[in-house]
């Protein structure tokens, strides 16, 4: 399992379309709740993808399941929580009606 940290330069383009896709699903009569299940479900299902491509069989990806669970869920906790902590300190910022 690779353990890359380093962010290319068309991370956060990628990162924006993935967004822009949610709110086009949101904007097309998306439940906001619904929209983000699926693109969480997406994201569980993509990273299962590419840990897949880092093991030679199934038994193998098998004894590193726990690990590899472990390592997606740190990696998730830190952008969760960078991303909580703000639109804490920008809540009125970010909630604000547009208009």
């Known amino acids: ?3 890359e940290t380093q962010v290319d330069e068309a991370f956060h ?3 924006n379309a993935h967004l822009a896709l949610s709110n086009q699903q949101l904007q097309a009569g ?3 709740h619904m929209v983000g299940a699926s693109g969480l479900y997406a994201a569980a299902r993509y990273c299962a993808y590419v840990s897949a491509n880092g093991f030679e069989s199934g038994p193998d990806m098998a004894s590193k399941r726990a ?3 472990e390592f997606f869920m740190g990696r998730f906790k830190l952008m ?3 991303h909580l902590d703000d639109y804490i300190y920008n809540f ?3 909630m604000k009606p547009q208009g």
Do not use: A, K, P, Y
Request: aromatic share 6%.
């Open 30 to 32: 998306g439940n906001l």
């Open 1 to 3: 399992m690779s353990t």
């Open 80 to 82: 969760l929580e960078s």
């Open 92 to 94: 009125d910022v970010f």
């Open 67 to 69: 690990e590899t669970v």
């Open 13 to 15: 383009e990628r990162s």
